[in-house]
DNA sequence: ACAAACGTTGTG
DNA sequence: CACAACGTTTGT
């Protein structure tokens, strides 16, 4: 049970969170320009430390307070996938629990009734939730009849998502099946993934500037290959997602039940 | 406004 | 399928 981060690089430790910008600012001139220290055949040969999935799902106190406090980005709305990642994903996965046992989510019939401990009560103490999901609970659960399409099918597809999925889970779901795209939007609603800020190229810091990413930044608009983050090679829809997706997409609520297949199977156990 | 980077599409 | 280019989204 070692799910320890084995990071190899030493300079990782401060490129641990996620985020759409690299810390450590590797695509700037000023980087390009000077002759970094890794040459491509490094990156190419460097061992993988495993990937510590635990850490997405349960982030460190450090930025459960940095969310819960500061979680409101005055420039917009969080994501979904932004909902998922962060620990308030959870909660917004309580969040439809309450709303369903309140009868205000209506979702595909078995989830609710779905026995009454439910399907996921692992994560916090809904008490905790309670409190601090009730500003996504104005922001985004209006209460809306129109959204809740909507809604049942995020609640729906990201299944509370828990511990048992990967990042891989939550991403994809969200990304593919539940992009805006495919809910209101749908036409072009592609919403990004973000970078797991976990795996190995995620924890680089340095562009190789020799790949054809690098090179052809400038029209390619494409971070470098040996950056590029594993979950997002990964295209919604790839093995292992669509399974999932499949089974919720086309059984709704079974979709539980799929996991807890899965889960017992160990499939998704590690 | 700008930069970074993901998603999509076209091509070989 | 891999790659390149573009469009678009997202964060600063």
């Known amino acids: 049970m070692s799910t320890a981060v084995d990071i190899t690089d030493p300079p990782s430790s401060d490129q641990a969170h996620s985020s759409t910008k690299i810390p450590n600012e590797p695509l700037r001139r000023s980087l390009k320009r000077s002759n970094h220290p890794y040459s491509l055949s490094h990156y190419i040969s460097t061992p993988s430390p495993a990937v510590d999935v635990k850490s997405l799902i349960q ?7 940095a969310t819960q406090s500061g979680h409101t980005k005055p420039r917009r709305a969080p994501s979904w996938p932004d909902m998922w990642e962060s620990p308030s994903g959870l909660h917004l996965a309580h969040a439809a629990e309450l709303l369903m046992r309140a009868g205000l989510l209506a979702l595909t019939p078995g989830v609710g ?3 009454g401990s439910g399907p996921e009560e692992e994560e916090e103490d809904s008490s905790a939730c309670g409190t601090d999901f009730q500003p996504f609970l104005g922001a985004w659960f209006p209460f809306s009849p129109a959204l809740f ?3 049942g099918f995020q609640m729906g597809g990201g299944h ?7 990042a891989e889970g939550i991403e994809g779901l969200v990304a593919e099946g539940c992009s805006p795209g495919s809910l209101g939007g749908g036409s072009g609603g592609r919403r990004k993934r973000k970078r797991c800020g976990e795996c190995v190229p995620c924890r680089r ?3 190789c500037e020799q790949c054809s990413s690098c090179r052809n930044r400038k029209r390619g608009h494409q971070i470098c290959k040996y950056r590029k983050c594993e979950e997002l090679k990964r295209k919604p829809g790839g093995p292992g997602f669509e399974s999932r997706v499949s089974r919720f997409d086309l059984r709704g609520s079974d979709f539980t039940l799929g996991l807890a297949q899965e889960r017992s199977n160990g499939a998704l156990d590690g």
């Not at 509370?160 to 990967?166: E, K, L, N, T, V």
């Open 113 to 115: 009734e779905g026995g």
């Open 160 to 166: 509370w998502r828990s511990a048992a999925m990967g």
């Open 149 to 151: 399409p909507l809604a």
């Open 59 to 65: 982030p460190s106190p450090a930025q459960q307070r």
């Open 205 to 207: 810091q340095t562009n």
